[in-house]
């Protein structure tokens, strides 16, 4: 369903941006609304990660983290092709990496890792520009589709929450 979701606000809002102060740049910062698309999606999938049943899954022969990883990288797959499918690639790579930067929070901070995508937008929004439309480097998300570093750190960041969620223990409650 979130795929979905995904899917459906991404065609609806297109190429839309919205106009927002930016405390570096002095002004306002435009940022395109498919930006904040990725949250449904990194959302669902920490609800699917974090739903569990103790007991069957800690006495149960099945490696539940590897299904877990199975889902995340399935998903973001998904989102990916229906990026590009859509012609907003950039929202695969921000998927990419909101995933990755959830994973690795989660180790640190647990369910309340579900904000870290959220936390991280509004901190590119109001310190990640240099200029109305120039972002930093480090931002990652607001640049453009082709940017190489981006992806890099995109696919950095996955790798190193993938790792985090195929080698922390899940938590009971």
């Not at 979701?5 to 839309?16: A, P, R, T």
């Not at 927002?20 to 904040?36: E, Q």
């Amino acid at each position: 369903m979130a795929t979905a979701s995904f899917g459906l606000l991404l065609g609806i809002i297109g190429d839309q941006t919205v106009f927002l102060p930016s405390l570096t740049s002095g002004s306002t910062a435009s940022a395109r609304l498919a930006l904040f698309v990725p949250v449904i999606v990194t959302a669902a999938l920490m609800f699917c990660i974090e739903s569990r049943l103790y007991s069957p899954e800690v006495s149960g022969t099945r490696r539940t983290t590897s299904l877990d990883a199975a889902l995340t990288i399935t998903v973001v797959i998904i989102c990916a092709t229906i990026g590009y499918a859509v012609g907003q690639p950039a929202a695969g790579r921000n998927v990419l990496f909101l995933t990755g930067l959830m994973l690795t929070a989660r180790v640190i901070i647990g369910k309340a890792a579900v904000m870290a995508p959220i936390a991280w937008l509004l901190t590119v929004l109001f310190v990640g520009f240099r200029t109305a439309n120039d972002p930093y480097p480090w931002t990652v998300v607001p640049e453009p589709a082709d940017a190489p570093y981006a992806a890099a750190a995109a696919l950095i960041m996955f790798t190193a929450g993938l790792s985090c969620l195929l080698r922390t223990a899940r938590n009971a409650a």
